[in-house]
């Protein structure tokens, strides 16, 4: 366990995919999507051991700040941050870098989601020993690369550079391109060529590296910190410096607003299973199927239908006769019933409901 390095969390996405389970005020990561606790929890637990409690920062929005706090009681307060408003990843990477940079200027820090799912916590600890160590070692930007296992479409890409030094027996290299999320065509030769990974937005970089590259290639979005910094040396509190100067930050990616333009990105190679469980079909990889294909979770039963995902939260019992291919989710308020090939407009239906002063509780 390293005392000069950091970890940060990012916890503050609404999980709109997951409606109606997932809520502003309850989202996805503080829900047991995939098995028994809440996601944020189990990202907490596979990280024990690789840095202690006092360097670890878990980045959500005000809305949720308060759960997140008891959903891990055992966070300090002060390291649970809550933005103001949701200004993309980009405005998240540069206040993790003034959170940790206040502690210790040069030291190394991992920004990682909250709501990812992996098994192997050994091989991930692995991994990410190695991206620390080249990070701490060179003055590069690491990004963690997932082996590409199908054509996805729903990911963004990496496609290799030139080899590195890696550690641990984890290959790695330069980043050569990072790619948006490709049409199946596309997918499918990337796959074939074994020159991509999957993005999964998982980063490892030294502050005072990470803030030159922002001065350098995003300075408008490294002036915005750089305000807030001001603000606190003059005694402001941080909730009061974020809620004057974050909202003017611009809503941008780290990929567009970085990495894409860096002088130099490294990705260590993964060795261990991953899953962003990014929609609700996704929960049919990591639960039981019965002899027609169904996932069934909570009081559910399907007759004559296959290929569902039927879950019910509480005491109803939600059934699906004669019906192929739906996800429907049953909670105490609210209830979703769509094909599963249309799962990832939830989202669209979030927004739709948020508009709408009648729907909008149901948020």
Not at 126 to 139: G, N
Not at 176 to 204: C, H, I
Not at 217 to 233: N, Q, T, V, Y
Request: with cysteine; proline share 6%; glycine share 8%.
């Amino acid at each position: 366990m390293s005392n000069d390095r950091f970890i940060v969390i990012m916890a503050g996405g609404r999980g709109e995919r997951f409606w109606p389970a997932s809520r502003l005020n309850r989202p996805k990561q503080l829900l047991p999507i995939v098995g028994k606790e809440p996601l944020l929890v189990q990202t907490l637990a596979r990280l024990e051991g690789v840095v202690p409690p006092d360097r670890m920062f878990i980045l959500t929005n005000c809305e949720q700040r308060e759960q997140v706090l008891e959903t891990c009681p055992w966070v300090p307060a002060g390291q649970v941050v809550g933005e103001p408003v949701g200004r993309d990843t980009a405005p998240a990477v540069a206040l993790a870098r003034l959170l940790v940079s206040r502690k210790s200027p040069n030291a190394a820090f991992a920004m990682l989601p909250a709501d990812h799912v992996i098994r192997d916590i050994t091989g991930y600890q692995s991994v990410l020993k190695t991206a620390f160590s080249i990070a701490e070692q060179q003055e590069t930007l690491v990004t963690i690369g997932i082996q590409a296992e199908y054509p996805a479409t729903g990911y963004g890409y990496i496609r290799k550079g030139a080899s590195l030094q890696g550690e641990h027996g984890h290959p790695a290299c330069s980043v050569a391109e990072f790619v948006e999320k490709p049409d199946r065509a596309t997918a499918e030769r990337y796959l074939a060529s074994g020159q991509y990974y999957w993005n999964a937005g998982m980063f490892v970089w030294r502050a005072d590296v990470l803030h030159q590259q922002l001065q350098k290639h995003a300075p408008g979005l490294a002036d915005g910190i750089g305000r807030i910094e001001s603000a606190l040396a003059g005694g402001e509190s941080l909730d009061s410096a974020l809620e004057t100067y974050y909202p003017d930050m611009e809503k941008i990616s780290i990929d567009y607003a970085l990495l894409e333009h860096a002088d130099s990105v490294s990705v260590v190679e993964s060795a261990f299973d991953w899953d962003d469980v990014g929609e609700w079909p996704a929960v049919a990889r990591h639960y039981p199927k019965d002899d027609r294909g169904n996932v069934l979770d909570g009081h559910s039963v399907v007759e004559s239908g296959s290929n569902n995902i039927v879950i019910s939260h509480g005491d109803r019992l939600t059934a699906v006769l004669g019906a192929d291919d739906l996800v429907v989710v049953q909670t105490e308020d609210a209830t979703l019933v769509c094909p599963r090939s249309r799962a990832q407009e939830v989202k669209k239906l979030v927004a739709r409901l948020d508009k709408d002063p009648e729907t909008r509780p149901w948020v």
